[in-house]
């Protein structure tokens, strides 16, 4: 049966409870950046023909935002992994995970 | 080279590579090596861009420039979630082996049939235009290429005749591509390798094609962005799609992030690649940012794309749908033009092969195999095989679900019902949103309220939205749109209630969203959960806190042979054996058929069946089989309170033995406290017949002595005698003291408590004693201060106490005796001094017990009866007093007793 979890799978289960509750908390944050970011109000400041590079404003700011989303998502979605990859010993007090691939964190 | 037969030579070239892809990932899973890692994962969710984003966004975007974004915005925002959401939505999906998103839905409320079906039908009904629109892409954008060189919009062309229409050649082929690719597994929650495989093929043909149309667009007709940009705002035509819409469309804009948000997750094409076909959890951490990485990807180019298209076809000739098409045609980019034609046709068949796919498992699973499983006299169950049955039906929905499509595309033509399906699905898809949401939330949420919230929802939105779009298309005539239904303004599907100024979605979305999460909130809070909706929401809640072990539901007697069969029936003989051997395997068993099957094994054998005909079903299958109905849940909860009741029967015997035991324990105590007393009274008795025998003896021996001897002289004789008398006193001293002991011991004493004058009582016990104390030659010293307060006491007894001690004193004192008495708090403090050797510090406590004697070493024999400190023990004691011995300064003993003061009233009656 494909879908059962083999032995050597990185496990969301098995991630540090202080790096999940971590997550969770940044998830929410980078959630409401997002409604933030793309609340009609806030994107309506950058309308009118302004252009930057060329580009109008509007769009350069829509774009930019999004990227930068889509990027802190992926750095949550890093941490995630980075911490489903170390060793599940339960006897070792695991403070944090052994990599942290988040430089510039906290 | 864009001939019309050169085309569709391409295009079935690009759909036989599908096959092969397909056919190779499927063969390499068969291999035991997966082809669906993160990557394929994340990128075969872009099946969310179907042809109606491929071309759609820049028509578009034509229109109202940034207005598009929002489709692609709220899955961004929705994944951002994933941690909560999707996480949670795949660990109960495998757990629960879900099949579809109406199996998802029916397993929360009580794996209810009635839900499963109401789902599936909104399902089909919103989702089936939608496989005819990406056909009727197909079939259009075909259409518009074959014209080339000449660029003309498809509404100025006639439709082709049905037999040279390549989308119903393309819907025959995608038709076949499901059934092959689609129902290889009869276990529906199994993954389609290979299906898979080709989707996330289609996803990156579809990007590139795009993308090499956008850069075509951007960098060889224009100079870069900037160029693009700077043409339209030259031009008064484009300059407004640069600015943002005005403020009316902010709801546009809010509701559609809203939909698309809901649709990522409720889209029975999104459920299944998300979900259903996801292999690892851990695939997760890839494809949450991948996946919104693609949808920026192939958003970047859509403006430049419909600004440049505008541009060239600045008269409007063109329907701004065809610009990923007609931009390349016009600039006589043939082998562009001809990618791009590719990269539409991938993305509608991506969207018609999973649509189809997911409807298809629904439409048998929870629609059909229910019905005919509750359909007696079909006798589903004498059937030996049903896989057979079930992969039928399955497949003869798919054929029916895209012919449909196609039927439909045909008949609708190019109206409107058909081109706003896109958005109007996303609206239907929301509807499941509540439900999803609140059922992993909620614990309390009922199938009453899902049911009601979904049917309102859907309800609404066939009458603002489906029925409005018909009677534009003609399909229905169109005077209720206007006027309202029945004539009633404020029916009206695109003002309802006289809400005005909104967009048609907003509006939609507005009141079948205020109608379904109320109904679902507000019936919900009003009606109860049955057992099994219980169980089944706290499994889904608490997804993450659950461990393995559920609650037993099955309690019936059905042979590991018969349930074999069972299974074997739905997934196949072979299939169904070759899983039972590895469950008894992996817990260490073997399988032996004429055993009755355990619980865990009968929730294995439903959850097997769960994956092959969905969750409603298989518990109607189950329960057919297991004897004694054994899913009667309430029967359950009945077992679980006996239980409870057992409990709290043990809890009150545990507390009745431990109450018993103190019992005993106390028993103990006392039997301990008896012997003790049985001890001491043998003692007493010893050593009073020895005190007792030895005056008697002395007595008995000078009489016998006179007696015998008649002559002896007088001198002695009255010695004698006087040996006699005083003994005798002394016996009956210590027979008198027995007795008061005894009487205070057994509580007998008759006694006569009143307030009393200390200094008077002292002063008659010195009077009483002065006799001896003079024998003795002791000189009584009296210290008492004036005005003693009164105390409560018997005053004979308490004569006797301080003539005892006195006595004592006496006979211990070398020539003074002193008495002396305080009031102390409450209390009265009277004090007997010596100045005699004192009392040994060891024998402080002792010397009160009885036939204790300080003995003084050198002194022939104690004078006293041993018993009198005893005795005065008892009476202070019964007082309510305390008496101890200390040591004098300089020397002596002094006894100490205390006796309580009267209260106040009688102080005061005193003092008159």
């Known amino acids: 049966m494909p879908n059962r979890p083999q032995p050597g799978d990185p496990d969301p289960d098995r991630i540090d409870p202080a790096v999940a509750t971590r997550v969770a908390e940044r998830s929410i944050g980078l959630f409401l950046l997002g409604v933030v970011a ?19 404003i509007l769009y350069l700011y829509v774009f930019a935002a999004w990227a930068v989303i889509v990027a802190l998502l992926a750095l949550i979605a890093r941490r995630v992994e980075a911490a489903m990859h170390s060793p599940p010993d339960a006897d070792a007090p695991r403070a944090g995970p052994p990599v942290r691939p988040l430089a510039g964190e906290d | 080279m864009l001939q019309s037969w050169a085309v569709v030579v391409v295009s079935f070239a690009y759909l036989c590579l599908l096959f092969a892809i397909a056919y190779w990932g499927d063969a390499r899973a068969d291999r035991g090596r997966g082809v669906i890692g993160p990557y394929v994962y994340a990128l075969s969710m872009a099946v969310y861009c179907t042809s109606w984003t491929y071309y759609g966004s820049v028509g578009r975007a034509a229109q109202d420039g940034i207005g598009f974004l929002p489709i692609y915005l709220g899955p961004t925002l929705a994944f951002v979630l994933w941690w909560f959401i999707i996480k949670k939505i795949i660990r109960i999906s495998h757990r629960h082996r879900i099949t579809s998103i109406a199996d998802f839905i029916s397993s929360r409320y009580g794996k209810s049939t009635l839900l499963s079906g109401l789902v599936t039908v909104i399902a089909v009904v919103a989702i089936m235009p939608y496989i005819s629109l990406q056909l009727k892409a197909i079939s259009t954008s075909f259409t518009v290429l074959i014209q080339y060189p000449e660029v003309t919009t498809p509404a100025s062309l006639e439709p082709l005749p049905l037999l040279s229409d390549t989308a119903l050649y393309v819907a025959l082929i995608l038709a076949a591509f499901t059934i092959l690719f689609g129902t290889r597994h009869i276990d529906a929650s199994e993954h389609h390798q290979g299906m898979v495989a080709a989707i996330a093929f289609e996803s990156i043909i579809k990007l590139l094609a795009f993308l090499a149309v956008g850069v075509y667009a951007t960098f060889v007709l224009h100079d870069g962005f900037g160029d693009v940009f700077a043409g339209a705002a030259g031009d008064p035509n484009r300059a407004p799609l640069l600015t943002v819409p005005d403020a009316g469309s902010y709801a546009q804009w809010m509701s559609m992030t809203v939909m698309a948000m809901a649709a990522i997750i409720c889209l029975p094409r999104q ?164 439900a999803i949401i609140g059922g992993i939330f909620w614990r309390n949420a009922t199938k009453a309220g899902a049911v009601t919230g979904i049917v309102l929802g859907f309800l609404i939105w066939l009458y603002v939205l489906f029925l409005p779009s018909l009677a534009r298309s003609g399909w229905l005539p169109g005077g209720f749109v206007v006027h309202g239904a029945f004539g009633i303004e404020l029916l009206r599907p695109y003002a309802l209630f006289g809400l005005e100024g909104l967009d ?315 008495v002396a008495a305080a009031a102390r708090g409450d209390r009265l403090e009277v004090s007997v001094t010596d100045d005699g050797p004192g009392v040994p510090e060891a024998l402080h406590e002792v010397i009160f017990e009885k036939f204790r004697q300080a003995g003084r070493s050198g002194a022939a024999k104690p004078t006293g009866t041993g018993l009198g400190l005893a005795i005065c023990r008892q009476i202070v004691q019964h007082f309510g007093g305390r008496i101890w011995v200390e040591n004098a300064p300089g020397g002596g003993a002094r006894f100490c007793f205390t006796v309580p003061l009267a209260a106040e009233p009688a102080m005061a009656a005193q003092a008159e």
């Open chain 1, 38 to 56: 793309f609340s009609p109000p806030l994107v309506a400041v950058f309308a009118g023909t302004r252009f930057v590079f060329g580009i109008p």
């Open chain 2, 271 to 434: 459920f299944q690649v998300t979900v259903v076909e996801n292999v690892r959890e851990s695939h997760l951490t890839k494809a949450v940012w991948l996946f919104p990485l693609y949808l920026l990807a192939i958003n970047i180019f859509v403006l430049p794309i419909a600004f440049t298209g505008l541009g060239m076809f600045a008269d409007g000739s063109i329907d701004a749908d065809t610009f990923v098409l007609t931009v390349p045609m016009a600039g006589g980019q043939e082998g562009l033009a001809l990618f791009a034609f590719i990269g539409g046709l991938s993305a509608a068949t991506g969207m018609v092969i999973v649509a189809a796919i997911a409807l298809s498992t629904m439409v048998c699973n929870d629609l059909i195999m229910p019905v005919l499983l509750r359909t007696p006299w079909l006798k589903l169950d004498r059937r030996p095989d049903l896989s057979g049955l079930l992969l039928g039906i399955r497949r003869a929905a798919i054929v029916v679900v895209i012919l449909l499509g196609y039927v439909y595309f045909r008949s609708i033509g190019d109206s409107y019902a058909l081109v706003s399906i896109g958005l109007m699905s996303f609206a239907a898809a929301a509807q499941f949103a509540p």
């Open chain 2, 504 to 818: 048609h979605m907003s509006h939609a979305l507005l009141w079948t969203m205020l109608a379904n999460i109320g109904a679902y909130i507000g019936v919900s809070l009003l009606t109860r959960q049955s057992a099994l909706e219980h169980v089944q929401a706290v499994a889904f809640v608490d997804a993450f806190r659950q461990t393995r072990a559920r609650p037993r539901l099955w309690r019936g007697t059905v042979t590991v042979a018969n349930l074999l069969d069972l299974v074997g029936r739905y997934v196949g003989r072979d299939r169904a054996a070759l899983v039972f051997y590895a469950y008894f395997r992996q817990r260490g068993g073997t399988l032996e058929p004429d055993r009755l099957a355990d619980s865990p094994l009968v929730e294995f054998a439903e959850r097997m069946l769960a994956g092959a005909i969905g969750g409603a079903s298989a518990r109607v299958v189950i329960a057919s089989v297991v004897q004694g109905e054994a899913l009667d849940l309430d029967k359950v909860m009945e077992i679980l309170d006996e239980a409870t009741q057992i409990r709290e029967y043990s809890h009150r015997l545990e507390q009745k033995s431990r109450e018993l035991e103190a019992t005993t324990a106390e028993l103990r105590a006392a039997n301990e406290r008896l012997k003790e007393l049985d001890r001491l009274k043998d003692d007493f008795l010893a050593t009073v017949s020895h005190e007792l025998r030895t005056p008697l003896t002395s007595i008995r021996s000078f009489s016998e002595i006179l007696s015998d001897n008649p002559d002896i002289d007088q001198d002695q004789r009255s010695e004698f005698l006087d040996i006699i008398i005083k003994e005798s006193i002394r016996l009956t001293r210590l027979i008198n003291q027995i007795l008061d002991l005894a009487k205070l011991e057994a509580g007998r004493m008759d006694w006569q408590i009143a307030d009393l004058d200390p200094a008077e009582v002292i002063g008659d016990s010195v009077a009483a004693v002065r006799g001896l104390l003079q024998e003795c030659g002791v000189e009584p010293q009296v210290h008492l201060p004036p005005g003693l307060p009164p105390v409560v006491a018997d005053r004979d007894r308490l004569i006797q106490v301080v003539v005892n001690l006195m006595s004592n004193a006496a006979k211990n004192a070398a020539g003074r005796v002193t």
